[in-house]
């Protein structure tokens, strides 16, 4: 069975950090890109790309809101990917979700596999 579980979200003011967590199992690893994506109140079903690391190099991709504030990293040894989030902003208030894709990309439609979700919420 495939699973990918999201932990580490909450609350947090305005310029704290959090650190996501995406642990996987059921598929190779190895062989997907890891997606972030976030759907915020408000915004129906929408789900925006945060952030991605493609499975053969590591290569990283963010969406411009983010890009210098959050870094995704993975640890092929433990099946899971983390999200680094610093100086959070209120925008940044969402339900986080990861997801599994053949193809690095911050477009939603070529991920298999999805998690449950986390919510972050900044706010003072």
């Known amino acids: 069975e495939v699973q990918l579980v999201e932990s580490g979200g909450g609350w947090v003011q305005p310029g704290g950090s959090l650190r996501l967590s995406c642990a996987t199992s059921?598929?190779?690893?190895?062989?997907?890109?890891i997606g972030w994506f976030r759907r915020a109140p408000g915004k129906g079903t929408e789900r925006e790309g945060v952030?991605?690391?493609?499975?053969?190099?590591?290569?990283?991709y963010y969406e411009d809101s983010v890009k210098g504030r959050f870094t995704i990293s993975r640890d092929n040894a433990k099946n899971t990917v983390y999200l680094q989030m610093n100086s959070l902003k209120p925008e940044d208030t969402a339900v986080y979700y990861c997801a599994a894709s053949l193809y690095p990309t911050l477009g939603d439609k070529p991920y298999d596999y999805w998690g449950q979700g986390t919510q972050v919420t900044v706010s003072s």
């Open positions: 952030s991605c690391i493609s499975s053969v190099n590591g290569g990283t």
């Open positions: 059921g598929f190779t690893f190895d062989d997907y890109a």
